[in-house]
């Protein structure tokens, strides 16, 4: 299928997980994605997961989940030949996105204002913990740093155990995201120049926060750990079943009627504790313990199949196993299988989660090794301008 970022090369600086999930999502809509590592074991990610023979092998799980499609190369910009290599590079692409503390790339001389000398088309994107300037900007940042200081672990969790971090990288993710889609909005500008994008974690996730942050903000309620509950109606939040758990969102008048009949209780519809909105909001405890009693005489199953058929949002509370194995996600494409994935064994990933004109979106290479497109992509660097820099580590 014809991808809209074909014909788009990104330069790939990235490590770990914020950076590399932004180009991950940029190859998944076809653009040429070319990863520049360090020579010395390249990005992070190539020793980390679950997995000690493919850390050792500089395959890690936690590089797999991010790099397909993408090619790499390695470069020490210690080393003017290749400082020269990578201008080189950078004359011929469209994006460069990096995620280096602040300043990093200006000590290496190969900040923004040098490179968009070199092409004056570029799109810059810095992706930090707290951004490129303010107090913190120069204080190291992952992901549970930012979880925790953006708010996000004093509202995980119930009031008697928060505050909980989120269960998977969350802050890392919503950088990652931010990240591409601002990079696809600079790209689609009609009279392209060069750009900087700065992209902080930190302000990602707030912006991410909507109600949590406008109810602060507006109506000056701060808000608080509310475990399974919804923050804003009632019944909605994970109820127990007879053999599991039951998400119930009953958001709606009409939805809270029908669950009172689903479950046999149609006199709860007239009871002063939960006739209105509001009231249900105030006894929310009181309303969960009998719906819960009136759940626990059947199963998960049962009870979801009755309450969507009467009109009420429910689902089952699954494992990441059972979520990949039901066939709602299993046969719309999410995952993406390389048989032939250099590893010895077959290679499964997920992929972007979306469709363009009926199809998911494919890349066509597995994870690359280290420095696997040298050959192919470094030649003897031409004459391109080269910025005076300071003496600096990257």
Known sequence: MSMPLAGVRVLDLTNVLAGPFCCHQLAHLGAEVIKVERPQGGDLARQLGADAELNRELMGVSFLAQNAGKRSVTLDFKLEE???????????ADVLVENFRPGVMQ???LDFECLKRVNDRLIYCAISGFGQDGPLANFPAYDQIIQGMSGVMSITGAPDNAPYRVGYPLADTIGGLTAAMAINAALAEKQRQ???????MLESVLSTMGWAVSNLLVAGRAPGPLGNDNVTASPSGTFRTADGLLNIAANKQEQFEALCRVVGHAEWISDSRFCERQERLLHRRTLAELIE???EHDTTEHWWEALVAAGVPAG?????????????????????RFDDSGLGRPLEIVSGGY??????????TPPPRLGADNDALLQTAKAAPVCDRETGDK
Not at 316 to 336: F, K, M, N, T
């Open 82 to 92: 290749d400082r020269t290599r990578f201008l080189d590079l950078v004359a011929s």
């Open 107 to 109: 000590r290496l001389g």
């Open 194 to 200: 060069a750009h900087f994008i700065d992209v902080s």
């Open 293 to 295: 009693s009136a759940l």
């Open 316 to 336: 089952p509370v699954y494992s990441v196993a059972e979520a990949l194995d039901h066939p709602q996600v299993r046969d719309r494409g999410l995952i993406e």
């Open 355 to 364: 469709r363009i004109d009926g199809q998911a979106p494919r890349v066509m």
